[in-house]
């Protein structure tokens, strides 16, 4: 079975410029998380997907960041303009099991990340 | 409410066992372990639910007190291929699905 992808695994861009993550979830999976995670600390959630619909984008600064899970598969998390404070790895994962979920009780699959650099 | 993790880092020799804790002030439904070695993803321990159920890596064991809201992860035995940064992640319960994580306990096991 396939694990989660993400692209690109690295990324190097002035501030100020756009940058966008790729993800696609393992199969089958209904929920789709991005996080950031800094340097020496542990992830920390950006938005969660069920299917299409954004259910927790509490923590997503919507000034300049947006994401998106057209047809409820692949997703994409977009920042623009990016700013040195945003250098940092960005994880996607994804779950399923509604059910577990509803008890905490569901692991969670993560991808290798794409670590961000902004200069 | 981020949990609390300790200790920060732990050194052992191949063969050694470990402690690491988990502690919330909040009153918690689950707690989640992950690992994480430099520049891969997370990958999935265990999870323990109020009320004892619990899932996963068969080789590593894990503790929830539900009462103090703590969680401790054993590693009994260790190998080389147990060095990585161990992440706990707390999960409240209610109508609020989010994970919350620690700040990671650093363990190196040296041969």
């Known amino acids: 079975e396939a694990g989660v992808v993400q692209s690109p695994r690295y990324k190097i861009i002035e501030k100020k410029q756009p940058v966008a993550f790729w993800c696609n979830p393992i199969s089958g999976h209904n929920t789709l998380y991005w996080y950031l995670q800094n340097l020496g600390q542990g992830p920390e959630l950006l938005i969660r997907y069920e299917n299409e619909e954004a259910v927790d984008d509490s923590q997503l600064p919507k000034d300049r960041f947006s994401a998106e899970r057209l047809k409820g598969v692949d997703s994409t998390l977009k920042i623009q303009p990016a700013e040195l404070g945003d250098s940092a790895v960005y994880l996607c994962?994804?779950?399923?099991?509604?059910?577990?979920?509803?008890?905490?009780?569901?692991?969670?699959?993560f991808g290798p990340g794409t670590r961000l650099t902004v200069l | 409410q981020q949990p609390v993790q300790s200790p920060q880092a732990v050194i052992l020799r191949e063969g050694e066992d470990a402690v690491i804790n988990c502690s919330s002030s909040k009153a918690l439904y689950s707690v989640h372990w992950y690992r994480q070695k430099h520049g891969e993803a997370p990958v999935f321990l265990m999870i323990l639910l109020k009320g004892g159920e619990q899932k996963g890596h068969d080789k590593i064991s894990a503790s929830f007190n539900e009462k103090k809201q703590q969680s401790s992860l054993y590693l009994t035995a260790s190998q080389l291929s147990y060095s990585g940064t161990y992440f706990c992640?707390?999960?409240?319960?209610?109508?609020?699905?989010?994970?919350?994580f620690g700040k990671g306990t650093l363990l190196t096991v040296n041969p």
């Open positions: 992640g707390t999960f409240p319960g209610g109508s609020n699905y989010k994970l919350t």
């Open positions: 994962a994804s779950s399923d099991t509604w059910g577990d979920q509803q008890r905490g009780y569901n692991e969670q699959f």
